[in-house]
């Protein structure tokens, strides 16, 4: 495509407008919103939580049928988690990074990654304590964080993990019975 001009615009699809659940939705408001809970206490981010809805019970969007966001409807009930979400996923990299160059102190290039994601964690901190999605007291501290994420991040790695541990097994079985 050298040399071909494109057009200039968004590249995403724009959902379109509906006013109240889509008509082929099986689940009342309270079943949903407790499909949310269970999953939250599973360990699960609210973006996982968004993907499993969708993939596995055909609901496209939380707020279409209870009339609140996911997030909205955690905290009610009390599985929210303490950080934003996105800002838990920067901690988490920020983690990572620590822990490689802990094993690699020469590693220049993650020296820089981890110092521009810290800034973003800084940055976005003082964004959720300005909008009050946070109090003015919290501090980022890399000990902090890292607690942070092995609590809420880690159960959901190791139900994923064991998730994936009794896929092998269920292969193993069935690949020593076909033979």
């Known amino acids: 495509m050298a040399g071909k001009k494109r057009d200039k615009g968004e590249s995403h699809s724009t959902r379109p407008v509906r006013i109240g659940p889509p008509k082929w ?4 408001e309270e079943e949903v919103a407790m499909l949310a809970v269970e999953l939250a206490r599973l360990g699960y981010t609210p973006s996982m939580i968004g993907v499993i809805l969708r993939d596995q019970y055909g609901i496209p969007l939380i707020k279409s049928i209870t009339g609140m966001k ?10 929210a988690l303490p950080v934003p979400e996105d800002l838990l996923m920067l901690m988490a990299k920020a983690v990572n990074l620590r822990r ?4 690699h102190p ?3 290039a993650s020296k820089r ?4 994601t810290e800034s973003k964690i800084n940055a976005l901190i003082k964004y959720y304590k300005r909008i009050g999605k946070l109090p003015q007291d919290f501090v980022y501290e890399p000990e902090r964080a890292r607690i942070l994420v092995s609590q809420y991040l880690g159960m959901a790695g190791t139900i994923q993990q064991q998730g994936a541990e ?3 097994v269920q292969q193993e079985t069935i690949g020593s019975t076909g033979q």
Do not use: A
């Open 166 to 168: 009794r896929q092998e």
């Open 113 to 116: 990654g981890l110092i521009e």
């Open 106 to 108: 020469k590693d220049f």
């Open 25 to 28: 939705i099986k689940y009342s």
């Open 100 to 103: 490689h160059l802990n094993e």
């Open 70 to 79: 996911l997030t909205k409807i955690l905290s009610k009930h009390g599985v």
